[in-house]
């Protein structure tokens, strides 16, 4: 693996630790708005999450 | 990616295609579609179960407010037939006291004209009796007193200036 | 309750400890052997094969004293498809050391691949040391083939007893489909309902059940000191992820692909769409392949991952070799593998919910009068 590589991927993977941080931080907060809707907010945000993830993966392997 | 490609197996690929796809049937034949029908036979026994225990309490509430219903009215038709009876007792009373009063009214006026008439009448005889009796007695004096001239004069003189002052 | 966690806290001591046997064999074995490698890339390489499907399931090995590798497990077959079907056992290979002769053809393991050599097993390499033998097309019964058979039937034993004792327990479940009766019923309700619709989820509910549970076992199982890794293999998490790509566009009604080729319905005249769709339609056709990648790669990177993790802190207590360094690290590996097996869950119920989700947007039909407004709002 090449240096420049590795640091794209490294670029990506910090894009993709943000986004997810983001999105958590989004949905605790809107619990905390609305406890009442927990569950729908968590589905909400583990399939956004996954979403991201998934490119964070595609960066990673395709280094 | 090149790493990815370099482990992908096809045969194990193969094996878990064909393997997963197996079990899938198997499951859907053995255990999804009896575990989600019975669980789905369930729930419908329960809603139904649910229905039908609030369909009798809707029937019982109907029941009782039904019997609350009559119960009142029963309450009610007793307490307008006790008013009645009461009005009709009391109109009776008042009935009875003004006519009471009438006929004693009545009957007090009768005993007064009759005592008026019986006061009168006696009025009346004594009247009688008196003028008959100064009668009498004028007669008597008139015989004493006109038993001499110049008396029976002056009496009537007297009585004539008497007449005058009328 | 304290009674039951007690009980799985030793549970997962005993796991833990058995990991690090596991290890230890063959760290020693390797040390004895000496051959200039160092410790840390003897961990590294442990891993890396532990990561890896193998052709016999051995469940550990050792070394005896005249420096003989002993090893517990037993073989499983090969089979081949090399101008005919060769079947043999993998005890052929005495794990690696030997060739194996089928037919007159000589055919060697090579870090867990099976190439075709000549009599002595050279292998030639590229100059990307890549190997340029021959490789058989390889249909062997492989370690992880095993786990999916046993895995199998497991599932199938679990709940087809579930099913039955439904039908003798008047719709109750006993035993242990009482732990999974919840399970079933919550992929039915949060899972399914939600994301597919209450008029078409029955149809997906199946395959919804199966993976779930298929990839949650599997999940659990390499959890176990038994050293499976199915399902961050590569090409089990391919089979699943084409599975849900091949479901979720034969079940695509006709407006998933008015979806994909014209995706402003009418909001727009034919001769303004052209420009966009130049460029939407290859972005909604990506899609479609890429939904099904990143669930295959997700899977199998989360897994991989969760495994090199645990084998690395189980490795760097031989490295630190010292009363403070190895003690941190077993705590450090038992905090992780405890997160593993939230793991194991977590990831099983992101791929079947992403699959639902999938199959949702597939098989939705609206109504056609909101449909282009909905479209212009989405843009």
């Known amino acids: 693996m090449e240096i420049p590589v590795m640091v794209g991927a490294g670029l990506v993977v910090i894009g993709v630790g943000l986004g997810i941080g983001r999105i958590g931080g989004s949905a605790m907060e809107a619990i905390a708005r609305q406890p009442e809707a927990y569950g729908k907010i968590q589905t909400a945000m583990l399939i956004v999450a996954a979403l991201i993830e998934g490119i964070g993966f595609a960066a990673l392997f395709a280094v | ?166 | ?379």
Request: glycine share 6%; proline share 3%; charged share 25%.
């Open chain 3, 1 to 379: 309750m304290r009674k039951t966690f007690l009980k799985s806290f030793l549970l997962f001591t005993a796991l833990i400890v058995s990991q690090i046997s596991f290890s230890k064999e063959k760290e020693e074995k390797q040390g004895e052997e000496g051959h200039g490698k160092d410790l840390q890339t003897e961990i590294k390489e442990y891993i890396l094969h532990h990561l890896q499907d193998s052709h016999d399931f051995s469940l550990f090995s050792y070394t005896q004293e005249n420096g003989e590798h002993k090893y517990v497990g037993f073989p499983l077959p090969v089979i081949l498809w090399d101008n005919g079907l060769k079947v043999f056992s993998s005890s052929k290979f005495h794990h690696g050391e030997t060739l194996a002769e089928v037919d007159g053809n000589f055919y060697k393991l090579y870090h867990s691949k099976i190439y075709r050599t000549d009599a002595e097993g050279t292998i030639t390499y590229d100059e990307e040391h890549h190997p340029t033998n021959v490789k058989p097309l390889d249909f062997s019964i492989t370690k992880n083939v095993v786990m999916i058979i046993v895995t199998g039937l497991l599932m199938l034993w679990l709940f087809s007893s579930l099913a039955r004792s439904y039908a003798k327990n008047n719709g109750i479940p006993t035993g242990v489909g009482r732990f999974f009766e919840p399970i079933v019923l919550y992929i039915r309700d949060d899972i399914a309902r939600p994301n597919i619709g209450e008029k078409r989820y029955k149809k997906y509910m199946p395959f919804l059940l199966t993976i779930f549970f298929f990839i949650w076992f599997l999940n659990m199982f390499g959890m176990t000191p038994l050293g499976i890794n199915v399902t961050g293999n590569i090409a089990i998490t391919t089979a699943l992820a084409i599975l849900t790509f091949l479901i979720t566009n034969f079940t695509g009604t006709k407006d998933y692909w008015m979806h994909q080729f014209n995706p402003l319905g009418n909001a727009l005249p034919w001769y303004g769409k052209i420009p966009l769709y130049i460029i939407l339609v290859p972005i909604e056709l990506l899609g479609l392949i890429i939904k099904p990648f990143s669930l295959l790669i997700r899977l199998y990177a989360n897994m991989q991952a969760g495994h090199i993790v645990i084998g690395s802190l189980i490795g760097l207590m031989f490295i630190f070799k010292s009363w403070l360094g190895s003690p941190l690290s077993f705590g450090l590996a038992f905090a992780i593998m405890l997160i593993e097996v939230l793991v194991a869950l977590l990831q099983a119920y992101i791929f079947t919910m992403l699959s639902a989700l999938y199959f949702g947007f597939a098989s939705e039909e609206h109504d056609h009068g909101h449909d282009d407004e909905a479209e212009l709002a989405h843009l």
């Open chain 2, 1 to 166: 990616m090149e790493k990815l490609l370099e482990e992908f197996s096809l045969g194990l690929f193969f094996w878990q295609t064909l393997l997963f796809l197996l079990l899938l049937w198997l499951l859907w034949k053995f255990a999804w579609k009896p575990i989600l029908s019975a669980v789905n036979d369930r729930e419908e026994g329960i809603k139904n179960a649910l229905q039908a225990a609030e369909d009798a309490k809707k029937e019982m509430q109907n029941v009782t407010a039904d019997s609350e219903n009559l119960l009142k009215e029963a309450r009610a038709e007793r307490e307008k037939m006790l008013k009645e009876a009461r009005e009709i007792k009391e109109k009776m009373i008042t009935d009875a006291k003004e006519q009471a009063q009438v006929e004693g009214d009545k009957m007090l006026k009768q005993a007064q004209a009759t005592i008026e008439s019986e006061k009168k009448a006696a009025v009346a005889e004594i009247k009688e009796q008196v003028a008959t009796l100064s009668v009498d007695i004028a007669e008597k004096v008139l015989k004493a007193e006109l038993a001499d001239k110049k008396k029976q004069l002056k009496v009537v003189e007297d009585m004539l200036g008497d007449v005058k002052l009328n």
